[in-house]
């Protein structure tokens, strides 16, 4: 009997990387938007916080604002395990327990969302501990993406760890390959999510200022762990400055210091696109780095291509609408928030 063959490439390698690049960088927008309003909603110091209006259909949003990280999530995640397929797949094993928990995460975090999103429409009480809660399990959910993706990279120490353990619950035990990793996609989480909760309250000073302290001081620990995490980099660090991406770094860096002082004067359609092709060069940084990283391992170039265009054709209309669809219910939701404050 002859097998399928699987070991593919259903569309040009080019195509597949630009989709993975575009869907993966919305997929962040609306992931930082979560979490870091999350944080700055938590940690941050505002007086009668739960009671005051903007907080409280910012609070409203975040169900949607996961269901739509979940939603922009599935393609990229689909992208790379079409490239990457076994690489994904021998490093997911290897923590499988810790990869299927997810899903419970997730489902566990959108309940409290709810909970958080109705109590706050009753005094907010409950609203703190709610959000608290959903930070935690998504924090988590980070977590591991970010040590099975790095472990992806690795090759040699997830061969080693699966042929010592097969039970499925091991975690990467390399912290300096995802340690800085994580923590600098967290502080640029905060900072985004900074960024929105100044921009949704434009109208209210206290709360802009809120958000604008919370960008800068998350800009400046984001720079900060990113500098740390390419000093881990060892061997892949200086082909890594050979190549575009250190323009790419150049440009994301200017870009972040200008969308920066643009908030500062409320500029905010300015600072926001600065802010998203600073988080689009980002992604791109790290496709090279993966590149980089897998040399000698594996080079998707060589992947044998047999495009199948109706099937892409298919996704690009659905995510054509989806995105439509997204962009209408954003200006439904700010348009209806402007008359409500009068802004």
Request: proline residues 3%; hydrophobic residues 55%; contains cysteine.
């Amino acid at each position: 009997m002859n097998l399928p063959d699987y070991n593919f490439l259903s569309a040009p390698l080019w195509l597949v990387t630009i989709l993975h690049i575009v869907t993966l960088t919305l997929h962040f927008v609306a992931m930082n938007f979560l979490f870091g309003g999350m944080f700055v909603l938590l940690f941050g110091k505002l007086d009668d916080k739960w009671q005051n209006p903007v907080v409280r259909r910012f609070v409203q949003l975040f169900p949607t604002a996961l269901a739509a990280t979940v939603t922009l999530g599935v393609a990229p995640l689909l992208f790379l395990q079409l490239v990457y397929h076994k690489q994904a797949y021998a490093a997911s094993i290897v923590s499988g327990w810790l990869w299927l928990f997810i899903v419970v995460a997730v489902i566990v975090a959108y309940y409290f969302l709810y909970g958080a999103a109705f109590s706050s429409r009753g005094g907010g009480r409950r609203v703190p501990l709610f959000l608290g809660i959903s930070l935690l399990l998504l924090a988590y959910v980070s977590w591991v993406y970010s040590t099975v993706f790095a472990m992806a990279e690795r090759p040699d120490l997830y061969r080693l760890l699966y042929a010592a353990n097969q039970s499925g619950a091991v975690a990467n035990p390399d912290a300096g390959a995802w340690g800085f990793r994580w923590l600098h996609m967290l502080s640029g989480a905060v900072t985004v999510g900074a960024f929105c909760v100044g921009l949704l309250g434009r109208n209210d000073e206290n709360v802009y200022k809120l958000g604008r302290g919370f960008y800068l001081w998350g800009m400046a620990v984001s720079i900060v762990l990113g500098l740390a995490y390419m000093m881990t980099l060892g061997e892949a660090l200086l082909p890594l400055m050979r190549s575009i991406a250190i323009w790419l770094i150049l440009v994301s860096l200017v870009l972040s210091l200008g969308s920066l002082h643009f908030f500062f004067k409320k500029k905010f359609l300015g600072a926001g696109a600065m802010l998203f092709v600073s988080l689009l060069s980002m992604v791109v940084i790290r496709h090279v780095l993966r590149l980089i990283v897998l040399r000698g391992e594996f080079d998707p170039a060589t992947t044998p291509v047999s495009p199948q265009w109706s099937v892409f054709g298919i996704f690009l209309v659905c995510f054509v609408v989806a995105i439509g669809t997204v962009w209408y219910m954003l200006r439904l939701f700010l348009g209806d928030r402007a008359r409500a404050t009068g802004g």
